[in-house]
């Protein structure tokens, strides 16, 4: 049994933290909900995980990008229309031991498509609207308070 290794356009299923979730003092995503995998980065120990987070609709005073519906199914996602939320973001440790960053593959977008929500995320960074949860930076921030 092969185990996986998260490649960049993957969607997966994931404990997403939001932004306003961590800053309301969760350490850990209260859904497990699709998430593109951004890109990955090699380390000694491992990966370096970007997410960024789906969702059925737009976020409220967030920049969204609309999945096309002929992309829906290959990224193994319902046929209800979804979203991606360039303004969030999650960094992990691949692979992880905690459950609730456990990457549960489910499908794949095109490459096309990952370079605009790539863009999107540098166009969010560039004004100063990029949130990103490093998660292992928090788990080491709760355990040692």
């Known amino acids: 049994m092969s185990v996986y290794r998260p490649k960049s356009g993957d969607v997966v299923a994931f ?4 932004s306003w979730e961590a800053e309301r ?6 859904k497990r909900r699709p998430c593109l995998v951004l890109h990955t980065h090699e380390q000694e120990s491992g990966l370096l995980v970007r997410l960024v987070p789906v969702s059925h609709r ?3 005073k967030q920049p969204s990008i609309e999945i096309p519906k002929a ?3 290959g990224a193994g996602l319902d046929g209800l229309g979804c979203f991606v939320i360039p303004s969030e973001v999650n ?3 691949w ?3 905690a459950y609730d ?3 549960l593959p489910k499908g794949k977008l095109p490459g096309g498509f990952l370079e605009t929500v790539q863009r999107g995320v540098v166009d969010c960074d560039r004004v100063n609207q990029l949130n990103e949860v490093d998660r292992e ?3 080491r921030e709760i355990v040692e308070a």
């Open 15 to 18: 404990g997403f933290l939001w």
């Open 25 to 30: 003092g969760h350490d850990r995503g209260l």
């Open 58 to 60: 737009p976020v409220s």
């Open 71 to 73: 992309y829906l199914h």
């Open 91 to 93: 960094s992990i440790a």
């Open 95 to 97: 692979p992880s031991r």
């Open 101 to 103: 960053r456990q990457l």
């Open 137 to 139: 930076r928090l788990s």
